[in-house]
């Protein structure tokens, strides 16, 4: 349906057919004008209507929190509610490390100050393809180092990690396990084998996907191969172990609950997780999504650690990391 054209000028159009329910309207459009318009026209016939200020390219900067404690340390899961990206606080005695950071740095450096936690690395998983990296930015603006797994793309200073190298903070240290595939340098951080900061490689009912780095129909295979590996590896931790991820494929609610699942839940639940290496090559390849809006672009500042004044646009639209 759509009704742009008889909303500017100054007509519900199809909207007017709707049979609404009862209760309160909430118009959204991409950034909040047209709805505005559909808003007050609803109004005038007594509809309970709202609009989203700012539309979509807002909601895709709302973020909320849950929080959680695994192996004595406190873990915050920050996530932009209506983007499904998902980044991390991990605290030990005080000192944290923040994990793929995704929204503006005062939110990060505000949680911190509100639990009395002192930064002492940044971290990010791989170079991200649908959402801006910020983790440059906060480590610029607290002076600690920014971690990157160990690769030729990011165009300026970073500590690089290899497989096995620890973050150390607190009592504790992430100990980083190289995961290729969704990026040749995609990288899971582990928190005592208690818990796995996946990125992009494993979601909670999915694999990431190998494609955007580009390629022949054999060099996708290639990463896909690579890909079968790390997560086979991944579900070799302990049955018990959580899985967090850089990303849900579904609106994060204001609920306060953490969003990961154990290791023996996916295995038991993720069918690609049971193929042997052939069939998830073809399975993967089969089932690969369009690709993020503006993925280039991201890409290209992601590598530069920079983030334009407003973000919204560039990041406007769903997260597609995922096989689905």
């Known amino acids: 349906m759509d009704a742009y054209g008889d909303l500017q000028s100054g007509r519900l159009g199809p909207l007017g ?12 459009c991409g950034v909040g004008r047209t709805a505005a318009i559909a808003t007050d026209l609803l109004r005038a016939k007594g509809v309970e209507a709202l ?44 000192e944290a490390v923040v994990i793929d950071a995704s929204v503006d740095p005062d939110v990060y450096v505000r949680l911190l100050r509100e639990r009395g936690w002192r930064l002492v690395a940044v971290a990010d998983t791989h170079i991200h393809a649908d959402h801006l990296s910020r983790s440059r930015l906060l480590s610029d603006q607290e002076g600690v180092d920014v971690w990157l797994p160990t690769q030729d793309r990011a165009q300026y200073p970073f500590r690089p990690v290899a497989d096995g190298d620890r973050i150390a903070f607190g009592s504790t240290a992430l100990v980083a396990m190289r995961t290729p595939g969704h990026t040749q340098e995609s990288t899971t951080y582990l928190l005592d084998r208690a818990a796995a900061f996946t990125g992009d490689t494993l979601f909670l009912n999915s694999v990431g996907r190998p494609d955007l780095d580009g390629g022949t129909h054999q060099e996708l295979a290639s990463r896909a191969r690579l890909l079968h590996m790390s997560v086979r590896h991944l579900l070799q931790l302990p049955y018990a172990a959580e899985v967090f991820p850089g990303h849900v494929s579904e609106p994060i609610p204001f609920d306060r ?68």
């Open 257 to 324: 609950r953490m969003l990961g699942r154990t290791v023996g839940t996916i295995r038991d639940t993720l069918a690609l997780a049971r193929l042997e290496e052939a069939a998830f090559v073809q399975a993967v390849l089969a089932r690969i999504p369009p690709n993020p809006p503006n993925h280039s672009r991201i890409v290209e500042l992601n590598e530069r650690g920079e983030v334009p004044g407003d973000p919204s646009e560039l990041e406007a639209g769903a997260n597609r990391c995922a096989v689905v």
């Open 17 to 28: 057919e709707l049979n609404l329910p009862p209760g309160p309207v909430v118009t959204v």
């Open 51 to 94: 609009t989203l200020d700012g539309g979509m390219r807002s909601w895709s900067l709302a973020w909320n929190t849950a929080q959680t404690t695994i192996s004595g340390c406190e873990v915050v899961q920050v996530r932009r509610t209506g983007k499904g990206c998902l980044s991390y606080i991990v605290e030990s005695q005080s």
